[in-house]
């Protein structure tokens, strides 16, 4: 490594560093806030808090590395601007792409560090600290062993599509099951509910359940069929129901593909699209960190002397563009207007692209 990358990258370590404790901590803070009355009105036990914090914290690394990123190196190329070292390491003939390609490297690594920390951690503490929030936090619970996921879906073999209000971890309960079977023609044929779903003994039991068929239109079909314990004869175990409980977060990128790959026409057509949608963003957003610094950095370069904080706020102002831009894109995704692929890569490639144009420019 050359002696003026090792200078540029120390100069970027430090801001780096500061930058993700202070968004790490205002995050905490904020969300802590939010959640103030939560806390309060049910007596919260701060063990129980601290926990939900330590298991949210992978979570919020990922969320806040690529604006970390970005403020460090801003900063860094702000300070070189202010003492005229860009200009001296410019005039000694080092071009801006070499000043750039350590910046560069960086956030291509902190990229594939958050895309690991996404798929190998992420899924499995998003699961525990949700479960904390939704079956301890918010009802005032105070032993772990009750966490529970509220709003679990899951599409089945044979066509089912099984929802539940909630789902008790630890006894493996949904409750308020609801369960729409279609025919082999993809249309609707039936719907049972049911108080709750128990595994038990290696099977799903159903509990207090009704059974209602359906004609293809839609409406019911005589009278409902009752029953106080019926088996639900499905593949599925609890751990099937924590991956796909109706959170793309839950799942790895592998996992995600796999329960995507169940889905077929009728009840699971437009569930198949927006997972879809979520598998490839998956993929894309841990480069953001990269992404980001490819546009940003050569913007701060291009601005004269003394124009760091012009350098910052323009930066910003791109930084909130992209996320905007991500968003849109996701929404037209998920509701079929643009394919899968291209809402979740759009914005990316679209600032990589324009990135490249500004530091061929600035060259």
Known sequence: MKIIDRYLLRGFLRPFLFCLL??????????????????LKNGFSLGVIL????????????????IST???????????NRHNEISAIKASGISSF???????????????IVFLVNEKVVPKTQVTSTAIMQGLIEKGKKNLSERAIRNVALYSSECRMVFAREFEIASGTLRD???????????????????????????WQLYDAATYHLNRQGDILGEPTYSKKLELKIEE?????????????????????????????????????????????????????????????????????????????????????????HSICLALGKNGTMPPIAAAWFSNLFFGITGIYLIKKSA
């Open 22 to 39: 202070i968004f790490l901590l205002l995050f905490m803070v904020i969300d802590a806030f939010s959640n103030l009355d939560e806390f």
């Open 51 to 66: 926990t939900y914090y330590l298991y949210f914290l992978p979570t919020v690394f990922v969320q806040v590395a690529p």
């Open 70 to 80: 970005l403020m460090a190196v801003l900063y860094n190329l702000g300070d070189l």
């Open 98 to 112: 070499q000043v750039l390609s350590p910046y560069l490297f960086v956030g291509l690594l902190l990229s594939f």
């Open 177 to 203: 099951v609801v369960i729409l079977q279609d025919d082999p023609n993809q249309t609707l044929k039936s719907r049972l509910t049911a108080k709750k779903a128990q595994y038990e003994d290696g099977h």
């Open 237 to 325: 175990v609890p751990q099937d129901f924590i991956k796909a409980a109706s959170q793309a977060e839950f799942m790895s990128a592998k996992e995600l593909k796999e329960y995507r790959d169940n889905f077929k026409g009728g009840t699971g057509r437009k569930f198949k699209t927006r997972l879809s949608v979520d598998f490839h963003y998956k993929i894309a957003f841990p480069f953001i960190s990269f992404f980001v610094i490819l546009i940003g950095a050569p913007l701060a370069m291009r601005l004269e002397r003394g124009s760091a904080i012009v350098g910052i706020g323009t930066s910003l102002l791109v930084v909130l563009i992209y996320y905007g831009l």
